[in-house]
Nanobody
Framework: QVQLVESGGGLVQPGGSLRLSCAASGSDLRINAMVWYRQAPGKQRELVAVITGSGTTNYATSVKGRFAIVRDIAKNTVYLQMNSLKPEDTTVYYC?????WGQGTQVTVSS
């Protein structure tokens, strides 16, 4: 069974940065992809970024050039580095791997 534990959300001013973490147990990140999603209340879930087992990354158009998904194989952890944050980035962020989900972490971008 895969367990995902997220951390790193919070309140930040527009233009600021945050780094989200997703620590995985029961899944080898060298084999399985990890995906970050976000979903605001009443809105459709949006894929934010993905990193495959081979390390290939892909991003939503809305975050390309601002966000980076990276992984630490030794720690079996994936990070979402979020820079130049905008108010519209405000929502709950989730990591997902093999159909298992983290608990979600709230990101709020506001002055």
């Amino acid at each position: 069974q895969v367990q995902l534990v997220e951390s790193g959300g919070g309140l930040v001013q527009p233009g600021g940065s945050l780094r989200l973490s997703c620590a995985a147990s029961g899944s080898d990140l060298r084999i399985n992809a990890m995906v970050w999603y976000r979903q605001a209340p009443g809105k459709q879930r949006e894929l934010v970024a993905v990193i495959t087992g081979s390390g290939t990354t892909n991003y939503a158009t809305s975050v390309k050039g601002r966000f980076a998904i990276v992984r630490d194989i030794a720690k079996n952890t994936v990070y979402l580095q979020m820079n130049s944050l905008k108010p519209e980035d405000t929502t709950v962020y989730y990591c997902e791997c093999k159909g298992y989900w983290g608990q979600g972490t709230q990101v709020t971008v506001s002055s």
